[in-house]
């Protein structure tokens, strides 16, 4: 990936202010001292103005403040000023009205230790924080509040002061890890297979495999995990989750449940899960983007006789948090390729438009005058004859006025459709758009072409609109009446994904699509394909010798 991008420039800030900031709370012995240097840290991570670090619950008060300010003189503000920073963020005390901050922005998250509160974080500034933003913030309070149970010796007897060093060190190495992956992965499969075999080796796993989530909530393993083949791939089923669900699966995704199981436990805890994936020891963390749920990260068969530890658990969490920051980030750059992918498009048909234009409009002029000529003066020519064949004074015969009053209807009939082809006048009443058309297919009663219409528009769009999809259906018809040879034709027009679809479908002779594409003087189809991409849809046609044609189009409505 090329770290010219402002997503790998943005994704490298932060990872690299999160390995700063967790290295400055490595050195801290104390609960305090974690909390002050949390306070110093967030303030440089998120670019903040005022920081505070509460101890304890809101519930019974909190224990104890820790506050940063970047525009004090003494570089902290007043347990007042914590309190309502804190109350902004989500976590005041119960009945405190929310302060008025004005203009001003908070965010915060809680600090909580193996499901425990032991705390929260905020911070304000004038300027709305951006979604990396917060999730580096959440990321770091996760790391904060683990960092302080370690501080306080909790569980102590489970953990010797080596082993919460070591799970320090190994927080650290996974963040390197992830900001070195993120930069040096090929794409986004490609750095989620690199985390993984980092995160086997820093946790002692025999396999290590990332689940993601799908639209529909099912989890489903994804290829490519650390020492994962094939025939254990098989054995994983995907599984659904739900929101609330009480589950395990359901549970690790939504609720941030650690699962954790060794068949050494004692007394033995989910050795029916263990027998279902077919492993000897588990261990399986959230996998999210803030509060975006992705899914879960997991590992399987711990090389050590005592299975996996808490301190593993840790390690996962931050490989999980950091990378759900980094899956984040990298859709939505390929997003942006897309959306510029798709720009390019347009704009380059709008470029052959304006190539075309001229031509285009010469082209048209040329038919009007030659349909003009062809038709209605030729009508009026013959009527003009027939009353020159007239002896002055005498009587009409019957049968002369007869051929002069059909000569001047004929006339009359081909400059109405003239008229109707430049302009049709029904179109700018609120159903003109479907009388149009229907007018349209009237036409085709002197033919041998029977017309079929479903129509489905509504009928407050704008006559720019109208106009558009109108010219599309008349192109369409157009063409099957001088080129199918058709005997039927079907228009149908239909509101989808917030745009008009329109099909013309007819049972003519039907042509190599490839071959008319790049045929000289087939307007009709160029004005069909650039009309639709002028307007921001898109536009098909399928064809092929014996079987018919259908030209297809989708055009965004009003203000979609």
Sequence with gaps: MATSSPFDAALRDVLDGLHAATLELLRAEDPAEVARRAAEGVLGLT???????????????????????????????????????????????????????????????????????????????????????RLALDLYAAYVGLAIAASSRWDEPARSVERVERAHEQAVEVLDAVSSHAA?????????RRL???????????????????TDHTLEPISGGFRVDAEFLARLKPTRC????????????????????????????????????????????????????????????????????????????????AAGLVTRLWQAQEELGR???????????????????????????????????????????????????LTPGAALDLESLEKLRGGLEETENALRRLVFDVRPPALENPDGLEQSIRDRAAMLAGTRIDAELALEVPDDLSLETKTLIFRQVAEAISNVERHSGATHVKVSLSIVDGGVLGTVRDDGQGFEVAERSNLPGHLGLLALRERSLMAGGRYKIESAPGAGTQVEFWMPLDGA
């Design 242 to 321: 739900e929101p609330g669900a009480d589950d395990l699966a359901s549970r690790v995704v939504f609720d941030d449940f650690i699962f954790r199981a060794n068949r050494t436990d004692d007394p033995p805890q989910h050795d029916n899960a263990l027998d279902l994936l077919g492993v000897e020891s588990a261990i399986c963390v959230s996998w999210r983007a803030g509060e975006e749920r992705l899914g879960l990260l997991a590992a399987y068969d711990s090389e050590r006789p005592g299975g996996f530890s808490r301190e593993d658990a840790w390690v996962l969490q931050k490989a999980g948090l």
């Design 339 to 389: 959306t510029v992918d798709r720009l390019t498009n347009v704009d380059s048909a709008r470029q052959m438009l304006l190539k075309n234009v001229t031509t285009v409009v010469e082209k048209e002029r040329q038919r009007f005058v030659s349909e003009l000529h062809d038709d209605a003066l030729q009508k009026l020519t013959a009527a003009e004859l027939h009353l020159a064949r």
């Design 196 to 214: 993984a075999r980092t995160v086997g080796g820093l946790v002692d796993a025999g396999r290590v495999l990332f689940w993601r989530l799908g």
């Design 47 to 133: 670019g903040s103005s005022s920081a505070v670090v509460a101890l304890g619950s809101p519930d019974h008060g909190y224990d104890r403040l820790f506050t940063r300010s970047a525009g004090s003189s003494t570089g902290s503000v007043d347990d007042g000023t914590a309190i309502d920073l804190l109350a902004a963020a989500g976590f005041g005390p119960p009945g405190r009205p929310l302060p008025d901050r004005g203009r001003n922005a908070a965010a915060g998250v809680e600090l909580r230790a193996y499901g425990q509160l032991v705390g929260a974080i905020a911070v304000g500034r004038q300027a709305d924080y951006s979604p990396t933003e």
């Design 184 to 192: 040096t992965g090929e794409n986004l499969g490609d750095f989620h």
